[in-house]
């Protein structure tokens, strides 16, 4: 006998292809096999029985007896694959994490979960917080809970309680984070309070580590995976809980290859598989606010701090009035608080979200920065590497002594400060004391997080200087002073969520001082005093900021109140660019759903020498947007040449 099967593969196609199978038995759904495709053999997954045949078809060389994905993730991966049009196999990439075959046995290393309860009690509102997930857990359904709560508030401890139940009853947890470089401390937080190690799962681990924990996942046996954005795809047994940690964070959001957003992928699985999810931060996005605005969320917010931790005092210098010297960044007030906490032997954290030296390397005898040759933006001066960078491409050049375009010698100088130049000051006004970087340049892997978290833990630095990496979730009890360096409106970018991102990346750094029994101060220095997102920060009124801010957004007709798409196109030719914009704006949908602007230059106008055109579609946000954009573009001849690149609920309008 012989069936004809629908088999996906891990490739870049959107369709199944049709394998024969000539077995007695009848394959199901999800099955995994082994097929070959082009003269190599790869893992494809059954979606169904098919008549479809067109010429000489191969046949399936092997059937994985015991490895079939649930409905569920079937359903998954086309549910993805749409929302982000991405082709299917390429989802299912993701969910196979990497395997090639499964034809060797894999012995499971990954350490036994023991029944265990030693967690920390927990105060009364973590107490009902935890009621509420235990409720939405007994129900066996989909429901989402913003957890909120102020740093230090121990929202932690409130999932972790669930979790525990859950691998006592052999289920699953998945936690996802968003900056794993950082997670050491969160890590053995874990571990001291459950006993064992969690699975993790994350881009650095060994692809021999991924085989095992991938197989401890599908059998059932991992029971607490803590990973990033790709451990949402793994083959999940019994899954009964997601929780999202600082929710808020955009680094969930990946930018590269197949664009998605965890966050939001993560609320899909979570309903298609039936379970709640846990979306938890100290400053919720406002899309997750907007959710338990319209009902589809619940929230539950903790207000206090643990034990004696208070929450620090927030002083705005005014930099009109406190003035700066030229090439100084530090003003008199944070110099003196400085010396305070210096001379008390506590820490101080000093926040600018600026890599490098100095952004900018100026001429003023012809008035040009020096620019990347590649793309159009400027250099980037990293002194300590005695280079100028770029920081989209990552192209650099040796520091210049002379202007690149008029040749002047003298008349060059760097513009602004970046983290080494706020070191720079501090060794002139503090010489005696110890200061570390900690910016994704001084901090590239697990390794190098770890040093310089254990040099702050065993005081062998007084003075951490740090962009936003250094904002994310660290805990240091000697740490009592922040000082931020610049809090304008511009910190990160310029577009909708400009406003948002600054607010939780203020509040964040904040929540870095005076975890402990001292109570904290932050320096807030501006040139904006009055700015009404200052003032919600220093009076801690959140509720304000984001009612505002979602006021803005409903006013602009903005995310979450529409949805967004952007279509970027690249190539090394603009003209092949320009025809094939052309092309596509001469087929714009006339329905009158969607809005179209463009095309016009984006702003990166060249990238790694390609030029960028794009289009912005807008829509309400009960369109189908996606099947609008899919119909649109098949009518049009792509280019060899040419990149598209469709991106559905951008984060980046750059
Ligand atoms: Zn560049
Ligand atoms: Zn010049």
Redesign the pocket.
Known sequence: METLYSVLLPLRFDKPFTYKYTGEDDLSHGQLVKVSFRSTEIIGVIIGKTNESHGKLKEISKVYRGLKFEESLIKFIGRVADYNMVPRGLILKMVLGGNKHFDKEVKFEIEAHKTISNLVSLREEQQSALELIQEKLSQNQYSSILLEGITGSGKTEVYLKAVEELINQGKQTLVLLPEIVLTTQLMQRFEERLGFKPVQWHSSISPKEKKIYWEAVFSGKAKFIVGARSALFLPYRNLKLIVIDEEHDQSYKQEEGVIYNARDMAILRASLEKVPIILSSATPSLESIYNVKQNKSEKVYLSSRHGTATLPEIKIVDLNKEQLNKGEWISPTLKSHLEEILASKQQSLLFLNRRGYAPITY??????KVECPDCNFWMVEHKKKGVLQCHYCGYSIEKVQ???????TE??FALGPGVERIEEEIKKLLPDARTVLFTSDTIENHKEAEKIIDAIMNNEVDIVIGTQMAAKGLHFPKLNLVGIIEADKNLVGGDIRTLERTYQLLHQVSGRAGREAEKGVVIIQTYEPESALLKNLSNGNSEKFYEAELNDRMEADMPPYSKLAIITLQSISEQACLDTADQIAAHIPETGNITVLGPSPAPIFMLRKRYRYRFIIKSAKNINMQKIIAHWLSKINLSPRVKLKIDIDPYSFL
């Open positions: 001429c003023s005898n012809c008035k040009t002379k202007c690149t375009t008029c040749g002047s008349k060059v």
